[in-house]
């Protein structure tokens, strides 16, 4: 089998003039050029919806099943929202860096096709590997399953960082900024003015800092609850950078799910205090004080991108959700306490008083 031939063979080929759309014949193409199945193998191929920056399809093949996956040049938004292609590559060796630290909460690579820039894996039926997010809406809120989500991404930054091998392999900087700094703090900077030197500092301090391997968009849809714990999906923004972004992309869903689902707040709010309290005593690389700190000052950043930055929540369409989001948030932005703790205590109290 071909495993790949390095993050860097993306240059090799002009992918941005292949247009987008993974079909049976490129599926089997790519499945071919990895060694995963044979020229005469009867192959069917299934668009799986549920994502904006990639092409993904489940191929059945004779007794096994696999997904490919294809990173998208214009994301599916309604911004214009243009970003390199080659960060399937950067995703195929996250799987692989990750895989070797928490085997049980990352699905295998099982190859990466420079010619398409594809990526495939195992196939996990949804039968067996709920999406959390799913299971948010409908209310099954258990702390002790984020507990779980925080421990698998605090032994990825904790076994990565300081690590020069691993910071040269993901030196992806100018990537990170245009799938997150860019449209997240960025553009909601444009939005709100007053807070716009505040964003803009934010977004700086933390391209500057690179301390470990950053999954980057540590986002309940990208999680699956499978029968041995959780599953981490999607690196397509792999980073090493700031693994406090990583800790506030995933507990900023948690609060705005309290929105998206009001009965099950106080438990949304209990699965956020498992994950930062896990998180944080998984944190062996610095000083918590320090990283609770950046954590804080992301968050409420976040919680405004995912309002009026270029790739805003769907579920939260009532202006008055949203309105309530940009009420809590800014004042947070422009003074943020010194935990992620008590932004969940602003944002609880908040809750009780509409």
């Not at 928490?102 to 195992?122: E, F, K, S, T």
């Not at 900024?177 to 997240?184: C, D, K, N, S």
């Not at 553009?187 to 500092?201: D, I, V």
Request: proline share 9%; glycine share 8%.
């Amino acid at each position: 089998m071909q495993v790949n031939d390095g993050p860097s063979a993306y240059n090799r080929y002009p992918m941005e003039t292949i247009p987008d759309g993974l079909d049976a014949d490129r599926a089997r193409a790519v499945l071919l050029r990895l060694g995963l199945c044979a020229p005469d193998e009867p192959v069917v191929c299934e668009p799986l919806a549920g994502g904006v920056s990639s092409d993904i399809v489940r191929v059945d093949l004779p007794g096994r099943s696999v997904c490919v996956k294809r990173a998208l040049g214009r994301l599916k938004v309604a911004a214009d929202w243009r970003v390199p292609v080659e960060r399937s590559a950067h995703e195929a060796e996250w799987l692989r860096v990750a895989g070797d630290i928490v085997p049980h909460a990352v699905p295998r690579c099982l190859g990466y096709d420079p010619v398409l820039g594809a990526l495939a894996m195992p196939w996990l039926a949804p039968d067996r590997h709920p999406v959390w997010k799913g299971l948010l809406r409908d209310g099954h809120c258990e702390p002790a399953f984020a507990a779980a989500v925080a421990d698998a991404f605090a032994a990825i930054h904790a076994a990565t960082a300081g690590d020069a091998g691993i910071a040269a392999r993901f030196d992806t900087g100018p990537l990170f900024h245009a799938l997150r700094l860019e449209p997240y703090l960025i553009a909601t900077a444009g939005r709100h003015p007053a807070l716009a030197p505040r964003l803009h500092a934010l977004a700086e301090s933390t391209a500057a800092t690179r301390l470990a391997l950053v999954h980057g968009d540590a986002s309940p849809k990208n999680i699956l609850a499978g029968p041995g714990g959780p599953m981490l999906l999607d690196a397509e923004c792999a980073w090493y950078g700031d693994p406090a972004f990583d800790a506030a992309f995933c507990l900023n869903h948690l609060l705005l799910k309290c929105l998206w689902n009001p009965a099950a707040a106080g438990s949304l709010l209990a699965c956020f205090d498992a994950f930062a309290a896990a998180w944080l005593a998984g944190a062996r690389w610095e000083p918590t004080a320090g990283l609770a700190a950046r954590v804080a000052a992301l968050l409420p950043a976040l919680l405004l991108a995912r309002i009026d930055g270029k790739s805003p929540v769907e579920y939260l369409v009532d202006e008055r959700d949203r309105e309530f989001v940009r009420r809590v948030a800014a004042p947070l932005v422009l003074a943020p306490p010194a935990t992620p703790s008590a932004i969940a205590h602003v944002w609880r109290a908040a809750l009780a008083a509409r």
